[in-house]
């Protein structure tokens, strides 16, 4: 599966699945892009993203660990 910026829930169970301990409100935006650009299947540009992507995804993210 290819996962690019667009997909913000597909990312956020990718995250939780990856990191399920860590609260996505404490990850600054600049290791939440590190973390989704090293995802397996990430094949977006690194630097098409912006602040509203990451905060969609960080949200959705929070969704998930919410959830558990």
Do not use: C
């Not at 399920?20 to 650009?37: A, I, S, W």
Request: glycine share 2%.
């Amino acid at each position: 599966m290819s996962l690019t910026w667009r997909d913000a829930e597909e990312i956020a169970i990718a995250l939780s699945e990856r990191y399920p301990d860590t609260d996505p409100l404490t990850v600054r935006f600049t290791d939440l892009h590190h973390q989704v650009t090293e995802l397996p299947g990430f094949s977006d540009d690194p630097k098409a993203s912006n602040e509203s992507i990451l905060e969609a995804i960080q949200m959705a993210w929070l969704d998930e660990y919410r959830d558990r």
